[in-house]
């Protein structure tokens, strides 16, 4: 299975391992859920949901998938593999539309509910020199797990900014954020790219190494030409200083709005049994990981940038008085 490292089991029978999807059996369903690395947001977020959606659905055993990201979720959905993905939005409307890795291969996504915004980070240390982009080339780099929605953000990042990603590098690895961070602290990577909910521990643990200076790279003046060759899925944000330990200065940097989504075909009484509960467990939600603070009526209006509602969903979001743009 593509991208997958181990399976997290988080459900109310312990010990029973889930089906591939969303399967019926008697009364008993299983649900598996595609969420990231384990250094990253989705992970956590994707346990509780998990957690939430076995005990509040009669007969419902859900469990996630530690997989590679966004890219990889969506190539499980495609397989029926797993029932429901976090996703990033450009890898999905990659998906819908049939491109770059999905090419032949398009994916029936449909969006449930848009979560919170997803950072490009380009983080690095002060002893490598590296204060901006250009600052990369000849540099060893990682950018991202192979089959990463990182990765993806990244090639584009680095072709905006004028780099060759096979070529400009003194070496080019495909590590996970936790990886990255190891990698930097026995000087063996200068730098790396990642994509995630602020805060995410893998950076937080880089940032609070003894003797460590963590440096944030700002990029979002390569957001026009991005959103010029790729669409409106991507925006300019900050990250506020000290959002991770020893961040002095702002980040500016490039967005993206993270959705849960299934196949189009999921039936729709059992998505809005599943929305309901996201929604009625919101705030148990933003303490599991804080990125959930941002799941609100108003950010629902971001899955328009291309990915299509579950027709389900979208009729729960209009009757709590969310404006679907």
């Known amino acids: 299975m593509s991208g997958i490292t181990r399976r997290h089991v988080i459900a109310a029978a312990a010990g029973t ?15 598996a859920i595609a969420t990231g690395t384990t250094g990253g947001v989705y992970y956590p977020l994707g346990g509780a949901l998990a957690n939430y959606l076995s005990r509040g659905i009669p007969g419902m055993s859900s469990t996630v998938e530690v997989t590679g990201g966004s890219v990889a979720n969506l190539q499980l959905l495609g397989a029926n593999r797993v029932g429901m993905v976090l996703t990033q939005v450009d890898a999905s409307v990659d998906a819908i539309r049939g491109n770059d890795r999905f090419r ?12 919170y915004t997803n950072r490009m980070q380009v983080v690095t240390v ?14 060893r780099v990682s950018t991202g797990a192979p089959g990463s929605a990182t990765e993806v953000m990244a090639f584009r990042l680095i072709e905006a900014a004028g780099l060759n990603r096979d070529t400009d590098f003194r070496a080019r690895e495909r590590l996970s954020p936790a990886e990255s961070t190891n990698a930097i602290k026995d000087g063996k990577l200068d730098a790396y790219f990642f994509v995630s909910g602020v ?37 300019a944000e900050t990250i506020p200083a000290g959002t991770y330990p020893g961040q002095t200065t702002p980040n500016k940097q490039m967005s993206v709005a993270n959705i849960v989504a299934v196949r189009e075909d999921m039936p729709a009484a059992l998505v809005t049994q599943i929305v309901q509960i996201m929604w009625s467990n919101r705030e148990d939600w933003a303490r599991v990981h804080s990125a959930a603070r941002d799941f609100t009526l108003d950010g629902q209006k ?11 969903a979208e009729a729960f979001w209009k009757a709590q008085g969310a404006t679907l743009g």
Do not use: C, N
């Open 17 to 31: 391992l889930a089906l591939p999807g969303l399967a019926r059996a008697q009364a008993a369903q299983q649900l």
């Open 104 to 115: 032949g291969r398009p994916v029936p996504v449909r969006a449930l509910a848009v979560l």
């Open 126 to 139: 002060a002893s490598t020199g590296i204060r901006s982009m250009a600052d990369l080339k000849g540099k």
């Open 199 to 235: 805060p995410t521990s893998a950076i937080t643990d880089l940032g609070a190494t003894p003797g460590v200076q963590l440096v944030m790279i700002d990029h979002d003046q390569y957001v026009p030409a991005i959103v010029e060759k790729y669409g409106p899925v991507y925006f």
């Open 302 to 312: 971001t899955a328009a940038a291309g990915v299509p509602w579950h027709p389900a």
